[in-house]
C-alpha cells in the first residue's frame, strides 16, 4: 500500500497549499489522539508509514539523522514570513530548523501544504488507498513528528559554547569536537534503544512464563499461588524494573560465544532476584519443551547498572541499604521523583523451595 501511496503523491504537488493552520503541539497533539481513537490501530501504523515515506520522498532523505546537514531557511525569511511579508512559493518546501521553529509560521505553511495535499489526494483515489479518510489535522501531526526529529538532528551539528579550560573565556566548539559529542550522543541514544528492548524482552518473557504457569496448575496444586503473586511483582516492577545487559563474548577453545553481561540491580531486593530466577527457569523450561532454541547466555557483571529505579513501588521492592542511603543523600529525589509508595507488601520468602522450577537468581 506505501509504495503505491507515494507514487501518487507528486501529481498533487501544484495543488494550492491553503493557509497555514496554526496550532500549538497541544492541539496537534489532541488532535492526533482523537483521529486515533477512531481507527484500528493497523490503520494508524499504515498512515505514519505513508507519511513518512512521503516526507523521504520530498526531502531526498533516507533517514532523520541526514537532516544534520540540511540547509535550512534563513533566519530573515522566517522573520519577514512571521510579519506577513512573505509566504513560501507553491513549490518552495524549505524548513526552518533554527530557534523558533515550532511556533513560525513559515513552517505552519509548509506543513499545512504537504497535509492538504496528503489529504486532497488521498480522498481523489477510487479507493482511498485502502486506508480510512482522517481529519488534515491528524495528517499535520504526523508531518510534525518529521520536522521535530529533523531539527534534532540538524540542531546537534550546531557549535555550542565553551568554556575555555585555559583562558576561563567562553568559546565555540570546534568542529572535531561538535563530531566527538554527536557521535557519542548518537552511541547512547542507539545504546539506550538497545537497552530498552532487552529489557521489554526480559519482562515480557518472564511475565508470560507466570502467566503461563497460573493457567496451566490446578487451583489445588501448592505452588499456584506463589505464581499468581509472581505475575503481581511484574506487574509492579514493569520492564524498567528489570536489569541492564551489555553485548559481549566469551572466549572458548573452539569460538568466542555471543553474551549478555547481566550489570548489578543494586536499588532491588535481593528476594525479587531469587523471584526473576523461578521464572526464567520455567521461561527455559518451556522453550525447550516446545524445541525453541536456546536464548543467548546472561552471565553475571560486577558492573552496576545506572539505569534509575521504577518509581511508585512499594518499599519492600527496594533494597533496605540502597533506600536508607538515597534518603540521606538526596532526600528530595527520594520524595520528588522516586515517590516510593506506603502501600503495605509483603515479599514471599516462605515455601519458596517448594516451588517447581526453581532456579538460580539472575537479574
Given at each position: 500500500i506505501v509504495a503505491e501511496v507515494v507514487k501518487k503523491i507528486p501529481s498533487a504537488q501544484k495543488q494550492k497549499g491553503?493557509?497555514?493552520?496554526?496550532?500549538?503541539?497541544t492541539q496537534?497533539?489532541?488532535?492526533?489522539?482523537?483521529?486515533?481513537?477512531?481507527?484500528?490501530?493497523?490503520?494508524?501504523?499504515?498512515?505514519?508509514?505513508v507519511i513518512r515515506e512521503i516526507w523521504r520522498g520530498r526531502y531526498e532523505i533516507d533517514k532523520a539523522e541526514d537532516f544534520s546537514s540540511y540547509a535550512s531557511l534563513d533566519k530573515a525569511d522566517m522573520q519577514r514570513c512571521n510579519k506577513g511579508y512573505v509566504t513560501p512559493d507553491e513549490d518552495d518546501y524549505t524548513l526552518f530548523l533554527g530557534v523558533g521553529w515550532k511556533s513560525c509560521l513559515w513552517n505552519h505553511y509548509i506543513i499545512s501544504k504537504l497535509a492538504n495535499q496528503v489529504q486532497d489526494t488521498h480522498e481523489e483515489d477510487p479507493a482511498n488507498w485502502g486506508l480510512p479518510t482522517v481529519s488534515s489535522e491528524y495528517i499535520a501531526g504526523l508531518f510534525w513528528n518529521q520536522v521535530t526529529d529533523a531539527q534534532r538532528y540538524w540542531a546537534e551539528m550546531k557549535p555550542r559554547v565553551l568554556i575555555d579550560n585555559s583562558s576561563g573565556l567562553p568559546r565555540y566548539e570546534t568542529a572535531a569536537e561538535v563530531q566527538a559529542r554527536v557521535t557519542g550522543a548518537r552511541r547512547k541514544r542507539g545504546d539506550d534503544s538497545t537497552d530498552t528492548s532487552r529489557k521489554t524482552t526480559k519482562f515480557k518473557r518472564r511475565k508470560g512464563a507466570a502467566q503461563t504457569l497460573v493457567k496451566l496448575k490446578k487451583k489445588t496444586d501448592p505452588d499456584r499461588p506463589t505464581w499468581v503473586y509472581f505475575v503481581k511483582v511484574m506487574q509492579l516492577l514493569g520492564k524498567n524494573g528489570m536489569s541492564s545487559d551489555e553485548s559481549d563474548t566469551l572466549p572458548t577453545d573452539v569460538a568466542a560465544v555471543p553474551v549478555f553481561k547481566t550489570k548489578l540491580c543494586k536499588w532491588r531486593a535481593n528476594t525479587i532476584d531469587a523471584y526473576v530466577g523461578l521464572m526464567d527457569s520455567a521461561a527455559d523450561d518451556m522453550v525447550k519443551g516446545r524445541g525453541g532454541a536456546n536464548r543467548t547466555i546472561r552471565i553475571r557483571s560486577e558492573e552496576v547498572g545506572t539505569s534509575e529505579p521504577p518509581p511508585g513501588l512499594p518499599e519492600a521492592m527496594y533494597d533496605e541499604e540502597w533506600l536508607a542511603e538515597q534518603r540521606d543523600t538526596r532526600p528530595d529525589w527520594v520524595e520528588t521523583v522516586l515517590r516510593v509508595s506506603k502501600k503495605k507488601f509483603d515479599l514471599l520468602e516462605a515455601g519458596m523451595e517448594d516451588v517447581k522450577g526453581k532456579g538460580k537468581a539472575r537479574a
Amino acid at each position: 500500500i506505501v509504495a503505491e501511496v507515494v507514487k501518487k503523491i507528486p501529481s498533487a504537488q501544484k495543488q494550492k497549499g491553503g493557509k497555514a493552520a496554526k496550532r500549538s503541539a497541544t492541539q496537534r497533539d489532541r488532535a492526533k489522539r482523537a483521529q486515533q481513537a477512531e481507527m484500528p490501530r493497523e490503520f494508524d501504523i499504515v498512515w505514519k508509514r505513508v507519511i513518512r515515506e512521503i516526507w523521504r520522498g520530498r526531502y531526498e532523505i533516507d533517514k532523520a539523522e541526514d537532516f544534520s546537514s540540511y540547509a535550512s531557511l534563513d533566519k530573515a525569511d522566517m522573520q519577514r514570513c512571521n510579519k506577513g511579508y512573505v509566504t513560501p512559493d507553491e513549490d518552495d518546501y524549505t524548513l526552518f530548523l533554527g530557534v523558533g521553529w515550532k511556533s513560525c509560521l513559515w513552517n505552519h505553511y509548509i506543513i499545512s501544504k504537504l497535509a492538504n495535499q496528503v489529504q486532497d489526494t488521498h480522498e481523489e483515489d477510487p479507493a482511498n488507498w485502502g486506508l480510512p479518510t482522517v481529519s488534515s489535522e491528524y495528517i499535520a501531526g504526523l508531518f510534525w513528528n518529521q520536522v521535530t526529529d529533523a531539527q534534532r538532528y540538524w540542531a546537534e551539528m550546531k557549535p555550542r559554547v565553551l568554556i575555555d579550560n585555559s583562558s576561563g573565556l567562553p568559546r565555540y566548539e570546534t568542529a572535531a569536537e561538535v563530531q566527538a559529542r554527536v557521535t557519542g550522543a548518537r552511541r547512547k541514544r542507539g545504546d539506550d534503544s538497545t537497552d530498552t528492548s532487552r529489557k521489554t524482552t526480559k519482562f515480557k518473557r518472564r511475565k508470560g512464563a507466570a502467566q503461563t504457569l497460573v493457567k496451566l496448575k490446578k487451583k489445588t496444586d501448592p505452588d499456584r499461588p506463589t505464581w499468581v503473586y509472581f505475575v503481581k511483582v511484574m506487574q509492579l516492577l514493569g520492564k524498567n524494573g528489570m536489569s541492564s545487559d551489555e553485548s559481549d563474548t566469551l572466549p572458548t577453545d573452539v569460538a568466542a560465544v555471543p553474551v549478555f553481561k547481566t550489570k548489578l540491580c543494586k536499588w532491588r531486593a535481593n528476594t525479587i532476584d531469587a523471584y526473576v530466577g523461578l521464572m526464567d527457569s520455567a521461561a527455559d523450561d518451556m522453550v525447550k519443551g516446545r524445541g525453541g532454541a536456546n536464548r543467548t547466555i546472561r552471565i553475571r557483571s560486577e558492573e552496576v547498572g545506572t539505569s534509575e529505579p521504577p518509581p511508585g513501588l512499594p518499599e519492600a521492592m527496594y533494597d533496605e541499604e540502597w533506600l536508607a542511603e538515597q534518603r540521606d543523600t538526596r532526600p528530595d529525589w527520594v520524595e520528588t521523583v522516586l515517590r516510593v509508595s506506603k502501600k503495605k507488601f509483603d515479599l514471599l520468602e516462605a515455601g519458596m523451595e517448594d516451588v517447581k522450577g526453581k532456579g538460580k537468581a539472575r537479574a
